[in-house]
């Protein structure tokens, strides 16, 4: 169980400070004293120069991809602070609260990347006997796109689905769609609650099967003092990002745990919709799942 955060710009390199502002930022971090097993960030920035320019190598892509993971708890990495101030036209972050008996290894850590895409997700994926689906040797998925994903978690397998759909030639954000409708059949009340970017799009989606909170998240929360923030676990929140002239030059996007008023121009994403975002233009839509 963890928490996300993404954002899609206009095109411009904007850093995670400059869409939700170092206040928020520190408070987003400071999450990471409960969800502290790890966390990561995948960000997408134009390159200054290309690299080959001057010793021949390589062509560089048309986006440079900045990817940092760590199974160190984000309050405590100063690789944070970096991250967060890095410019980036598109980012995910994602602080990592490991489903039940699933390793603290660095394969396991989010986003996961593969063929392009960035992918973060909150859930547990299990049955009400509490047995992850890493376990049900009759689940049908893919081995080999579950290898390309590097995870060996629920997560990894929820990812290897959207890389199964976008093979067969559907758009991300149906991909994701086809992914979960999959998962549904053997787990319906399972989270479902992801974020996927790819060079040309983000795609959020809030989608759980319960509302009650799981009573180890609420213990968890009690005993950090932030019982306010389990009431909303499940929830996903978003904002346009405004630019100097205070007019719309992206979305962010993000799951609870840190302060987003209505009056800052946080609105709820629903069950079972999905926010679909450029990172070329900042234009989003909203769709039902």
Known sequence: MCRLLGYA???SNMSLSDVIGKKDVAQFRSISRIHNDGWGASLLAQPPEGAHKRDGGAPTPETAANFYR????????P??????EQGARGGLFHLRLASSNLPLIMENQQPFFADGLSFIH???????????IIDNR??????????????????????????????EGYALAQAVAQAVADLRKSYPKSSYNCIVQSQN????????????????IADIYERYDQSEYVDDYRVI???????????PAGVVVASSGFEQRTEDGWKDLKNNQMLVASNQTGE?????L
Request: glycine letters at 8%.
């Open 9 to 11: 710009t206009n095109g």
């Open 70 to 77: 760590s199974t160190l708890a984000a309050h405590f990495d």
């Open 79 to 84: 690789a944070f602070e970096t991250m967060s």
């Open 122 to 132: 909150n859930g547990d994926i299990s049955d009400d006997r509490g047995v992850n």
């Open 138 to 167: 009759d689940f049908d998925f893919d081995e080999n796109l579950m290898l390309e994903t590097g995870g060996k978690s629920d997560s990894a397998l929820f990812f290897s689905l959207v890389l199964r759909h976008v093979g």
């Open 201 to 216: 799009e983000l795609v959020c989606l809030r989608a759980a099967g319960r509302t009650d909170i799981p009573p180890r």
């Open 237 to 247: 929140r978003y904002r346009e990002i405004p630019d100097d002239a205070n007019k």
């Open 284 to 288: 989003y839509s909203l769709r039902e």
